[in-house]
């Protein structure tokens, strides 16, 4: 039987809001990003950890709000004033702690943003009192904005994400992998990204099917 043929196809991240899977876990953080209209003080910070879906969440805020994405690590060279004249999604805001001019960028974004009428949206790992801010006025300003967490994930969002990455990297997964890996693997978002990155990569090195004998491989660690 002649081997498989694989090719590299480029990776598709669906960023709208009928890309985004609703369960228990997040559900709440969802709701919260969507009444944006009604957040205290016009800003919110979604917390969680990497691969969660901050990003994807952050870009369907962005499409109802009419709002800019940008990443806190652009924020020292930004033109502040210009990027506070828009709703605004800034990601990875605790990256910006420990560096003097990237948390002096945020602070004065984050006063003009809001003296200009304008909604805030940060999205970060942890809440801000863990981030480590050194300047005491932002810590404030950050530690009085209100949170949504995305939670822990749940068997029904696992298989969602599942899905997900593999349509990211065009691949149909055949029927019954994603319910064998679930109860299987490590149960976290990088946990599920890395093991489609390495069903993907495996099949295009060998050859081989994607499926669930080489999925057994992978998660036994052979």
């Not at 969440?57 to 033109?79: E, F, K, N, R, S």
């Not at 805001?93 to 943003?113: C, K, M, P, S, T």
């Amino acid at each position: 039987m002649p081997e498989q043929l694989s090719f590299p196809l480029p990776r598709l991240q669906a960023r709208g809001r009928e890309a985004f899977f609703v369960s228990p876990a997040n559900a709440l953080a969802v709701a919260q990003v969507e009444d944006w209209q009604n957040w205290p003080q016009g800003k919110l910070v979604l917390v969680g950890p990497e691969g969660s879906g901050k990003s994807h969440l952050a870009h369907v805020w962005a499409g109802l709000a009419g709002a800019l994405v940008v990443d806190a690590a652009a924020l020292p060279t930004a033109d502040i004033p210009a990027l506070a004249k828009a709703p605004l999604a800034v990601e990875d805001a605790d990256h910006v702690a420990g560096g003097a001019e990237a948390e002096d960028a945020l602070f004065h974004l984050h006063n003009l943003i809001l003296a200009n009428g304008h909604a805030l949206l940060l999205t970060a790992r942890k809440a801000p009192r863990h981030w480590g801010l050194a300047l005491a006025d932002l810590a404030s300003r950050m530690e009085g904005t209100g949170t949504a967490t995305l939670g822990a994930l749940d068997d029904a969002l696992l298989t969602a994400l599942l899905v997900k990455l593999f349509a990211d990297r065009q691949i149909n997964p055949p029927p019954r992998l994603i319910d064998y890996c679930v109860p299987r693997m490590d149960r976290s978002f990088a946990a599920a990204e890395a093991l489609v990155a390495a069903l993907d990569a495996k099949a295009l090195a060998t050859g081989r099917p994607i499926g669930m004998a080489l999925a057994a491989e992978i998660l036994s660690g052979a």
